[in-house]
């Protein structure tokens, strides 16, 4: 499935109206574009949900970044925030027997799979029209699972997954554009101990 087009055409199935949706953000810099893109033809609402960072300090170091992305963007719609909980202990059970895994596979299939059944459920118990994540702009997060995964709770709780990768149409260049202008705090690894740990690496190098 080519996800683009599949969003392309929910966009145009929706036209003339301004359906709600209920987008988890896993940070500001990944929302940027994501926000810019989607604010003309939703009424958005930022699920930040994050159990997997690492420490307090940095769930709530990126959750002030989120915040000031919101108040800084201009948007068509108006942009709420849902400040999810951090439970890091909720996050580290999750993904128990996994730790060593390679980055990018099962260990962070799984984290994709919980932040975003926790989008569904609130999803559907807020009575949103549609759910979705932003995770699909990285370049190091993979698409088609994402996609698989949301493809899958649209089914078990009765609300509508919105199909993206917003890396298309140079997604991911503008959030690094937006993110330069904003003044955001990008961080380089994805949250969890475990990808700091390979991101600490990478820095030295």
């Known amino acids: 499935m080519n996800y683009q087009v599949e969003l392309e055409h929910i966009l145009d199935i929706n036209k003339g109206k301004t359906p709600s949706l209920l987008l988890h953000s896993c940070c500001g810099p990944c929302s940027t574009y994501v926000l810019e893109y989607l604010s003309k033809y939703f009424d958005i609402t930022v699920y930040y949900y994050n159990p997997n960072m690492d420490t307090v300090d940095e769930f709530k170091k990126r959750l002030t970044e989120q915040i000031k992305v919101i108040n800084k963007l201009p948007s068509t719609n108006p942009i709420k925030l849902i400040e999810g909980n951090y439970d890091s202990q909720k996050y580290l059970d999750y993904i128990k027997g996994l730790e060593s895994n390679?980055?990018?596979?099962?260990?962070?299939?799984?984290?994709?799979?919980?932040?975003?059944?926790?989008?569904?459920?609130?999803?559907?118990?807020?009575?949103?029209?549609?759910?979705?994540?932003?995770?699909?702009?990285?370049?190091?997060?993979?698409?088609?699972?994402?996609?698989?995964?949301?493809?899958?709770?649209?089914?078990?709780y009765n609300v509508s997954y919105l199909y993206s990768d917003f890396k298309k149409k140079e997604g991911y260049k503008r959030s690094i554009e937006l993110s330069k202008e904003f003044d955001l705090y990008r961080q380089n690894y994805c949250g969890c101990i475990f990808s700091k740990k390979t991101g600490d690496l990478n820095e030295e190098k």
């Open 102 to 156: 390679l980055e990018g596979g099962n260990r962070c299939h799984k984290c994709y799979y919980l932040r975003l059944e926790e989008t569904a459920k609130l999803a559907k118990d807020k009575n949103f029209d549609y759910f979705c994540t932003t995770l699909t702009v990285s370049p190091y997060k993979n698409a088609k699972v994402i996609n698989e995964i949301g493809s899958k709770l649209e089914s078990i």
